[in-house]
C-alpha cells in the first residue's frame, strides 16, 4: 500500500506543501501519497488521531496548529523541545515523534548564500518563527544575535530561554547607529503590507536580507532593503523548501534536491 502524508492547517488550500513533496516523491523514486488535510481550529488532536489510526505515515503541521502538535506528540525532539513547536510528525514503533524543520530550512537556505559562522545577525521578531530558526542559527557559530522585537519583554524573554551568551535583546530605537552582517525578518508585518520601524543604516557592507515572507511582488522589508543599497535579498520561499526537504528526509531517509522544485515554484508564483 502506498504511504501516506498530508499537512495540516486551517486554512489550507493555498498549501504548496503537496507540490513539493510529490515533486520530491517523482524525483527520489519514492511511492509515497501526499495531500492536504483541514483540521477543525478545535481539534486538531481529533484530526491527527484519526489520520494515524487509519495508517497515515506523517504530517507537516502549519498554522495555526504548530503549538497544538507539539503537545499531540508522544516524544519531541531537541530542536522542536527549543521551539516549542512542532512542524514534522512522524509515525514510529514507540508512538508520534514531534520535530521542527523550519529552523534548519532557514539556516540551509542562508548558507546556499554565505557562511554565518562569525557573523552579526539582526532577527526581528519574537513569535512562533523567531524562537524556531534560533538554535539552528546558534549551531552556526555566528559572533552575535540580537532579537529585536516591538514588544521588548518578548525578545527578553527569549533571551532568558536560551540563555546562550551571544544572545541579546533590544527595540527598534536601540539599533540606531549599529550594523549587521545578516538582518532576518521573522515578524508578520509583511503579512499586513507593512514594516518594522527599521532605521535607515542597519545594513553592512555585502549584507543579507533575509525576509521569511514569501509570495509574488516585493515584501516591503526587501523593498527597503534594497532601496538601502543590499545587492543580496532572499525571501522565504528557499526556507519553504528546504524545511519540507528536512521533513521528507525524517520520514523517507532521503535527501531531496531542492534547487529544482524552487525553481519550479518562483516560476509558479
Ligand atoms: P507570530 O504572530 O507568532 O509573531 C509575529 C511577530 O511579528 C511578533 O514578534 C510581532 O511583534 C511582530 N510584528 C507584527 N507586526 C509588526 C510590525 N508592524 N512591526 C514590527 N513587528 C511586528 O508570527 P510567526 O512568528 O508565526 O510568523 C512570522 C512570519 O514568519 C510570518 O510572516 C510567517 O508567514 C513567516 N514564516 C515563514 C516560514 C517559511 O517557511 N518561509 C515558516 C514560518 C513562518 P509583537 O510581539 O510586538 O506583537
Not at 94 to 107: P, S
Not at 201 to 213: H, K, N, P, S, T
Not at 220 to 249: I, S, T, W
Amino acid at each position: 500500500m502506498t504511504d501516506r502524508y498530508v499537512v495540516m492547517g486551517n486554512p489550507i488550500a493555498h498549501s504548496k506543501s503537496p507540490l513539493i513533496h510529490t515533486a520530491f516523491a517523482e524525483a527520489t523514486g519514492q511511492d509515497l501519497h501526499y495531500d492536504r488535510l483541514l483540521a477543525p481550529e478545535t481539534d486538531f488532536a481529533g484530526t491527527a488521531s484519526a489520520f494515524f489510526a487509519e495508517g497515515g505515515k506523517g504530517a507537516n503541521v502549519t498554522v495555526p496548529f504548530k503549538e497544538a502538535a507539539y503537545q499531540f506528540a508522544d516524544q519531541l525532539s531537541a530542536r522542536a523541545s527549543a521551539a516549542g513547536a512542532v512542524n514534522t510528525l512522524i509515525k514510529t514503533a514507540d508512538g508520534i515523534v514531534g520535530d521542527n524543520t523550519d529552523g534548519i530550512g532557514l539556516v540551509r537556505d542562508l548558507l546556499r548564500v554565505e557562511p554565518l559562522e562569525g557573523k552579526q545577525i539582526l532577527l526581528m521578531g519574537a513569535g512562533g518563527a523567531a524562537r524556531g530558526v534560533i538554535l539552528p542559527l546558534l549551531g552556526e557559530n555566528p559572533a552575535r544575535i540580537t532579537l529585536v522585537n516591538r514588544t521588548k519583554a518578548k525578545a527578553e524573554e527569549l533571551v532568558a530561554h536560551f540563555a546562550d551568551a551571544r544572545l541579546e535583546a533590544c527595540d527598534y530605537a536601540q539599533l540606531a547607529g549599529r550594523m549587521f552582517d545578516v538582518v532576518i525578518n521573522a515578524t508578520s508585518a509583511s503579512l499586513a503590507g507593512s514594516l518594522p520601524p527599521l532605521p535607515a543604516g542597519v545594513f553592512a557592507r555585502g549584507a543579507l536580507a533575509y525576509d521569511m515572507m514569501y509570495g509574488k511582488g516585493e515584501t516591503p522589508f526587501l523593498h527597503f532593503a534594497r532601496e538601502q543599497g543590499v545587492d543580496l535579498r532572499l525571501d522565504g520561499l528557499g526556507m519553504l523548501v528546504e524545511q519540507a526537504a528536512a521533513a521528507f528526509e525524517l520520514w523517507r531517509g532521503v535527501r531531496p534536491d531542492t534547487l529544482p522544485v524552487l525553481t519550479r515554484l518562483r516560476e509558479g508564483l
